[in-house]
């Protein structure tokens, strides 16, 4: 109905009933305007820094003694204050928002290796192993051996976590010098719960060959999430870790092909080296 202007007469427009006139407004709002796209997300780089810890990791299970000291420790107090209040400032649903930028991907895995003599330490993981279910340290597991260690924590993990580790593992887990060693991470007490009560279910999945390498852990990993690059809890991460237990690589969320492609060829020139080692 077009507008009708007279002599003497009121402008009559064309009334928008109110949903359209709402989805008008939101669409200006999160647009930027009228036709204009919104802002294009900023490109990812790659990773900038060696991922991990500076102390070389020991097999133990933390005691009342070690947590003393850390309280005695006034550098230690220091860092764990800056952690708490960086958390304090992250609402509860930032992780869940961040996958909406690129898939909570937060960098590219680099073609190459870390140096040896710039990588940093894996911390030491503890879980119940899935066939045995007696506890195990992943410092034991990796010490003298090539490692891909992947950290799952949810289902979008476990597929992010496939797409880096297929052609890897059926290239390479045949090799005695090779293994990957899967972590079940729940710091939540009632996850953790309710994944001790599936394990029967959880093993079913899981090759059997896999399951002495398969860790079922509520370790409290918050003070070690950032220098492992783990800063969003619901995607996948995968680390390469060499025979001294230090990080060569790491990958995180959706797997891009030259990341795979890179994953494997880095394993295989660690377990080469190591080969090589080994026999001289």
């Not at 991907?105 to 140096?115: L, T």
């Not at 090779?178 to 079913?204: D, G, H, P």
């Not at 025979?243 to 492609?261: P, Q, S």
Request: positive net charge; glycine residues 6%.
């Amino acid at each position: 109905m077009s507008a009708v202007v007279g002599a003497g007469s009121r402008c009559r427009l064309p009334l928008r009933p109110f949903g359209q006139q709402l989805a008008a407004r939101r669409w200006r709002s999160t647009s930027g305007g009228e036709g204009t796209s919104g802002p294009a997300e900023t490109p990812l780089s790659l990773l900038q820094r060696p991922l991990g810890v500076r102390e070389r990791p020991q097999a133990h299970t933390k005691t009342w003694e070690d947590t003393r000291k850390e309280l005695m420790d006034e550098e230690a107090r220091l860092r764990q204050r800056e952690h708490l209040l960086k958390e304090a400032t992250k609402g509860y649903f930032t992780d869940l928002n961040a996958t909406r930028r690129h898939g909570g991907k937060s960098w590219i895995a680099p073609n190459v290796m870390i140096r040896e003599d710039k990588a940093l330490y894996f911390p030491n993981v503890t879980g119940s192993r899935l066939d045995t279910r007696e506890e195990a340290h992943t410092t034991d597991m990796c010490q003298g051996r090539v490692s891909v260690i992947a950290m799952l924590s949810t289902r979008m993990s476990e597929v992010h976590v496939k797409g880096f580790v297929a052609p890897t593992n059926a290239r390479y887990l045949s090799n005695s010098r090779y293994q990957y060693i899967q972590i079940n991470l729940q710091e939540n007490l009632l996850k953790s719960w309710l994944v001790s009560l599936f394990l029967t279910s959880i093993a079913r999945s899981v090759p059997r060959e896999l399951h002495p390498t398969y860790l079922v852990s509520s370790q409290n990993v918050e003070y070690v999430r950032e220098p492992l690059g783990m800063t969003n809890k619901h995607v996948g991460y995968v680390y390469l870790v060499d025979e001294n237990l230090k990080v060569r690589w790491a990958g995180c969320a959706d797997a891009k092909v030259e990341e795979t492609r890179a994953l494997e060829q880095c394993t295989g020139v660690l377990i080469n080296r190591l080969q090589k080692k080994n026999k001289s």
